[in-house]
């Protein structure tokens, strides 16, 4: 079973950078395709970014494209998510998401979420 643990989260200052982490306590982390979304107040939870089961393939959101960066640590059951240059706009909760063989870009193709870590970007 996956159980994913965000962290990282926190209040920074617009052009600041921050590295969230997500941790699978389960013995399947390297089966999954792994994604983070975020959600920001009032609105939809939305695709950041996604990584395939070797860590080879990644995706980006428009909005984030140059700026964060997807990784993978199979090893030690971890994604992560390096964001610089963040934006007020990038405030939001952030979720790890998993998903069996590759990671789509629609929230409800993912069976597994963390709890979710906040972001909040001052300007």
């Known amino acids: 079973q996956v159980q994913l643990v965000e962290s990282g989260g926190g209040l920074v200052q617009a052009g600041d950078s921050l590295r969230l982490s997500c941790s699978d306590s389960?013995?399947?982390?390297?089966?999954?395709?792994m994604a983070w979304f975020r959600q920001a107040l009032g609105k939809e939870r939305e695709f950041v970014a996604g990584?395939?089961?070797?860590?080879?393939?990644?995706g980006y959101a428009d909005s984030v494209k140059g700026r964060f960066i997807i990784s993978r640590d199979n090893a030690k059951n971890t994604v992560f998510l390096q964001m610089n240059g963040l934006k007020f706009e990038d405030t939001a909760v952030y979720f790890c998401?998993?998903?069996?063989?590759?990671?789509?870009?629609?929230?409800?193709?993912?069976?597994?979420w963390g709890q979710g870590t906040q972001v909040t970007v001052s300007s």
């Open positions: 998401a998993a998903q069996w063989a590759y990671y789509g870009l629609v929230a409800t193709e993912y069976a597994y």
């Open positions: 389960g013995r399947t982390f390297n089966m999954y395709a």
């Open positions: 990584i395939s089961v070797g860590g080879g393939h990644t």
